[in-house]
């Protein structure tokens, strides 16, 4: 069995000044996600969304 971390919250992005980067600042974390002893991420979709700082969960 594994644990699944949300590796996200709403506007995160925004909120630690990582916009168009959020993806890319998770795998910079993954050796400490996963010595934490997490083994599944849960991350917004990765598709286009109709409003361009969406967590991408108003696709078009």
């Known amino acids: ?35 934490a002893g997490f083994s599944a991420l849960w991350l917004p979709p990765a598709n286009k969304a109709a409003w361009w700082k969406s967590m991408g969960y108003d696709p078009y």
């Open 1 to 35: 069995m594994g644990v699944m971390l949300q590796a996200f919250y709403w506007d995160c992005p925004q909120a630690e000044n990582r916009e168009h980067q959020w993806w890319t600042f998770i795998k910079s974390k993954l050796p400490v996600i996963a010595q």
